[in-house]
Each structure stands twice: as structure tokens, then as C-alpha cells.
């Protein structure tokens, strides 16, 4: 399918989740609308208005009775006519209502095909595509929060900003190169400089509006380390609320990695305790052993646990990944203080409670958290990549002033960069890529 042109065939699927629900829903989108409407319900109802039918096979069998809903062209969700048809939402019921369509003409459609009919038809970028799934696949509230501004446009529209202020940087630039007399040159020069500037400026806020928000899209995986009887799955209960993890008094309790999803202050983490570091000769615990490092090398943020009072040393940690040494059983050493210095250290009491609050700000902090006050854009790592690259452009645009040459094609590759963001410069492979991703009937 090119980019360019939107599919002429019908396609059909059931828009809601598997299994058993009081309503389930049949979406369908094409030229064939109006035939297929006619052959499971009779002919099409009036637009946009509830209307009670009967739904049948080929056959006349009556299948289900439910609402038909019918949204012409271009106003609907993928710019094609589409019709809804809203029947009890069993298993059974929704395929043979769904095989009624196949049989009338319509195709099953491909995952994410009504968004990308409707980023094809122009009804959505393809930011505002992938926030349809963002919003769907939302962990936490703030994340659906985020989601839904990016479907309303307002990733969007900050990099439609951008972009119209390189485009009336790039015609002066051009501007420049055609009428070069020396005494345009230098004004034009202090011109360019300042309002480079303001587009790196802009940028830079951008990106870090979008670097927060893929905290929230992704979550943040955070490892708990330490030897054992250190109280690491202690902390695990009292991070999560509950008692997730078996605590005992015996070293080497935990042997497999115990995975809980919480939130802190609405962002999506994924605390993960593990078996504790040390030599053993147990091969169970070694293998266990042999996982923590594993799931190390895949953490987002480390926490190292260490007694309070102990010496802060743990062996195989990943220099790379962010890390919070945890001071715990600080209820045994009163007057505790955790050590001062580059990392960031916490005394805590799992058992307690005391210092939590404090160690959940600091696991924030080292994972990049910010709270601001301002909105993010639920960005996803393509969005990120195209971003740096589009600062890396700028930056390279800031060194070759006044090669005016090599000063308008780094603008102009920059501008490459954030079309991508938009859609505007996509190639079909990396489309088929990203609505791959999404559920059928979406």
C-alpha cells in the first residue's frame, strides 16, 4: 500500500477485547459499506443516529440484535464510510456477526489498518496515530494523560512550531545565497545566529517535554541487588503495599526474579527482586544467582541494598545503569545517616517505613523524573532519535556559520528529522512497522 493512497477494499473486525462482555463491537470501513449494510442489517440507518436491528447471515439467519451505528465519509474515524455494529459481546456472537461482513464482502483488516486508513486519509499524523495505541496500552493515569494530548496534537502542533520556524530560517538562508553582497552578509549573519537560537531553544524543550514522557510510556525497570538478608524483599512489600515476597530470617530465601508493577507519583515502574550476590555452591541459588545478573544488565536503575552500617560494596553492579545505594534496617542503628557523596545513598527501615518517601523522590530523580508541573509528550524512542537528530543538525548548523552552503543543508536535515516525527517523510516499511503494533479493530 503506498503511502500516498488510501486502500479501496472494505475491511471488517471486532473492535473489542476477546471474551466474554455485555457489548462487543463490529467495525467496518470501506467503499462496501453501504452493500454490506444491506446484507447483515437491511440497508444502511441514518448517520451518526442509534438505530435498533437485527443482525443476519447470508443465509437471513438471524444472528444478534444490537445498534447500528453509520458515520459516511469523510466523517468518520478513517475518512471512509464506516459502520459500527454494537451486538452482546460474546465470543461466539461477535465472530458470527464479524463472518456476516467477510461473507458480504469485506476482508478482515490487519492490525492498526483503521488508524493507518486514517493517517493515510489525512484524519491524523502519525504522532497522533500512535497515540491512539499509547493511549490504549497506558499504564497509568498520567500516561492516558499524556497519550490523549498527543492525540489531540499537541506533540504535533510544538513540532509544527519548530518546523515553520526553520522554514523562514532556511528561505532566508536561501535568500542569503542568492543575493550575497557583503553588507546583507553580516546583517543576515547576527540574523540567522539569533534566531538559530531560538529554534534550539524551542528544541531543547521539546525534547525534554518528550524524554519525561517516555519514562511514563515505558515505565522504568528497577532492579533491587544486594547479598542476601540485606531486607531486599522487605523492600519489595513496602514499595508495593503488600507482601509481595517471602521474607525470612533463612540467607538465599529468593531464587527466582519476583516482578511487581507499582506507580510513584503516576509514573509506571516495575520493581524487581532477586536472588542475593554471593559465592555459593547451592545450585539452585547459583542459578538464581545468575539471573540477578541478567536482570541487571537490563535495569533501567539499580537498587543497591546494603545494611545500614555495612560498607557499601557489591560486587558485579553495571557501571552504565543509574543506581541508589539503599541504607536499610535503620530502626536497628538509631542515629543512622546515610553516607554523603556523588551517588545517591537513602537510610531506610523496610520494616518501619522510615525514609520510603525519601527513597521513592530519589528513585524518580535517578531515572530522569522531573515534576515540573508541565505536561509531557508520551514519546516513543523513534520520536527521541528523531529529536537528537535534529539537534545534533542544529548544533552542526551553529559551527558552519557563515559557510551559508553548509549552514541551510544541516537546517534542512534537521527539518527531515522532525517530518519523520509527523509522518510527512515516512517510508512504508517503517509504517508497516509501527501499525503492526496495534490491536486489531483499531
Not at 197 to 217: C, D, I, M, N, Y
Not at 343 to 351: I, L
Request: charged share 25%; glycine share 10%.
Amino acid at each position: 500500500m503506498a503511502s500516498g493512497e488510501i486502500a479501496r477494499d472494505t475491511v471488517a473486525a471486532i473492535a473489542t477485547p476477546a471474551g466474554r462482555g455485555g457489548i462487543g463491537i463490529v467495525r467496518v470501513s470501506g467503499a462496501a459499506v453501504e452493500h454490506i449494510a444491506e446484507a447483515v442489517i437491511g440497508g444502511l440507518p441514518e448517520p451518526r443516529t442509534a438505530t435498533l436491528r437485527a443482525f443476519r447471515d447470508k443465509h437471513g439467519e438471524r444472528l444478534d440484535e444490537g445498534i447500528a451505528l453509520y458515520f459516511p465519509a469523510p466523517h468518520s474515524y478513517t475518512g471512509e464510510p464506516v459502520l459500527e455494529l454494537q451486538g452482546h459481546g460474546g465470543t461466539v456472537v461477535m465472530q458470527t456477526v464479524l463472518g456476516a461482513c467477510l461473507d458480504a464482502g469485506a476482508r478482515l483488516a490487519e492490525p492498526g489498518e483503521f488508524t493507518r486508513r486514517a493517517f493515510l486519509g489525512g484524519k491524523l499524523d502519525l504522532a497522533q496515530a500512535e497515540a491512539v495505541a499509547d493511549l490504549i496500552d497506558a499504564a497509568s493515569r498520567e500516561a492516558a494523560r499524556s497519550a490523549l494530548r498527543s492525540l489531540a496534537g499537541e506533540f504535533s502542533t510544538a513540532i509544527a512550531a519548530i518546523t515553520a520556524q526553520l522554514t523562514e530560517l532556511r528561505a532566508l538562508t536561501e535568500a542569503m545565497l542568492d543575493f550575497p553582497e557583503e553588507d546583507v552578509d553580516s546583517l543576515h549573519r547576527d540574523d540567522a545566529a539569533s534566531r538559530l537560537g531560538r529554534v534550539r531553544a524551542t528544541l531543547e524543550e521539546v525534547f525534554a517535554r518528550s524524554r519525561q514522557g517516555s519514562l511514563l510510556r515505558n515505565g522504568i525497570q528497577v532492579v533491587i541487588a544486594g547479598r542476601p538478608n540485606v531486607g531486599k524483599s522487605s523492600l519489595l512489600n513496602r514499595l508495593a503495599g503488600e507482601e509481595r515476597a517471602i521474607v525470612t530470617a533463612i540467607p538465599g530465601t529468593t531464587r527466582d526474579a519476583l516482578r511487581e508493577p507499582i506507580q510513584i507519583e503516576g509514573v509506571p515502574l516495575v520493581i524487581v527482586d532477586t536472588a542475593g550476590l554471593r559465592v555459593s555452591t547451592d545450585t539452585v541459588e547459583r542459578l538464581g544467582i545468575e539471573r540477578t545478573q541478567r536482570e541487571l544488565e537490563h535495569a533501567d536503575l539499580v537498587l543497591a541494598v546494603f545494611e545500614a552500617g555495612d560498607a557499601a560494596t557489591l560486587e558485579g553492579l553495571p557501571a552504565a545503569v543509574a543506581r541508589v545505594d539503599v541504607y536499610n534496617k535503620v530502626d536497628l542503628r538509631p542515629g543512622f545517616r546515610a553516607p554523603e557523596g556523588a551517588r545517591r545513598a537513602v537510610g531506610v527501615s523496610a520494616k518501619t517505613g522510615e525514609g520510603m518517601d525519601v527513597l521513592r523522590k530519589a528513585i524518580l530523580e535517578a531515572a530522569g523524573w522531573v515534576a515540573t508541573g508541565e505536561s509531557v509528550f508520551l514519546a516513543r524512542e523513534r520520536h527521541l532519535r528523531a529529536l537528537e537528530a535534529a539537534r545534533a543538525h542544529l548544533q552542526a548548523a551553529a559551527r558552519e556559520l557563515p559557510r551559508w552552503e553548509l549552514f541551510a543543508e544541516e537546517l534542512r536535515l534537521a527539518q527531515v528529522a522532525l517530518g519523520a516525527i509527523s509522518g510527512e517523510l515516512t517510508a512504508d516499511d517503517l509504517l508497516g512497522e509501527i501499525f503492526a503494533r496495534f490491536c486489531v479493530g483499531k
